[in-house]
């Protein structure tokens, strides 16, 4: 079962910077769509950003547009979120999912019974 560890999150200041990190440890990611999703406290996870299995297809939630910048490195078996100008509103747990699938799919929806991994934590404060 393909694995996916996160990292890179912290604490920031409001217009600061981060990148966070998606890496498989097992398994290669060239035929997967990748998707960012993040969780803040007491709201539902949803979706930030996708790339498709290439990196020729991307997508992000208007919240996010100009801001963030989703990348892959597929012979890392790694994905990137580069984070800029980040809010307070971008705090929250942010995972990554890997499925053999469409970028549009992938960012359609949150998947459903996926298996998460621990997420990193993104917080934006003062």
């Known amino acids: 079962q393909l694995q996916l560890v996160e990292s890179g999150g912290g604490l920031v200041q409001p217009g600061g910077s981060l990148r966070l990190s998606c890496a498989a440890s097992r398994f290669a990611l060239d035929n997967y769509a990748i998707g960012w999703f993040r969780q803040a406290p007491g709201k539902e996870r949803e979706g930030v950003s996708c790339?498709?299995?290439?990196?020729?297809?991307?997508n992000y939630a208007d919240s996010v547009k100009g801001r963030f910048t989703i990348s892959r490195d597929n012979a890392k078996k790694t994905s990137y979120l580069q984070m800029n100008s980040l809010k307070p509103e971008d705090t929250g747990v942010y995972y990554c999912?890997?499925?053999?699938?469409?970028?549009?799919?992938?960012?359609?929806?949150?998947?459903?019974?996926?298996?998460w991994g621990q997420g990193t934590q993104v917080t934006v404060s003062s």
């Open positions: 999912a890997a499925i053999i699938t469409t970028v549009q799919a992938m960012c359609a929806s949150v998947p459903l019974r996926y298996p």
């Open positions: 790339i498709s299995s290439s990196g020729g297809i991307t």
